[in-house]
């Protein structure tokens, strides 16, 4: 069984940037796809993005796209989301996920993170 963490999450304003970190461990990460998915209070945890195994193939929420970028690095067992031109409503409680299909809703998913805080001020 894959465990992941979440590192990189922070407070920044509004047009900033923060890169997120999901390390895994186990020596089938690099079967996996890999998603991030956010939780906002009040809010049901949404999709944000998801990589195929081999980094080949990846694929956005609208709310992200062109913003934010998913990529993963095998031999490091880990996967990262680079969040450009933040807005408030992006802040939320950002997850990592693993799953064995592709998929882009949150029960496909069998493995998840704690989840890192990231916070945008206006």
């Known amino acids: 069984q894959v465990q992941l963490v979440e590192s990189g999450g922070g407070l920044v304003q509004a047009g900033g940037s923060l890169t997120l970190s999901c390390a895994a461990s186990g020596r089938t990460f690099s079967s996996y796809t890999m998603g991030w998915f956010r939780q906002a209070p009040g809010k049901e945890r949404e999709f944000v993005a998801r990589i195929n195994w081999s980094g080949s193939s990846t694929v956005y929420a609208d709310s992200v796209q062109g913003r934010f970028s998913i990529s993963r690095d095998n031999a490091k067992n880990t996967v990262y989301l680079q969040m450009n031109s933040l807005k408030p409503e992006d802040t939320a409680v950002y997850y990592c996920?693993?799953?064995?299909?592709?998929?882009?809703?949150?029960?496909?998913?069998?493995?998840w993170g704690q989840g890192t805080q990231v916070t945008v001020s206006s």
């Open positions: 996920a693993a799953s064995v299909v592709s998929a882009s809703v949150a029960y496909a998913y069998h493995a």
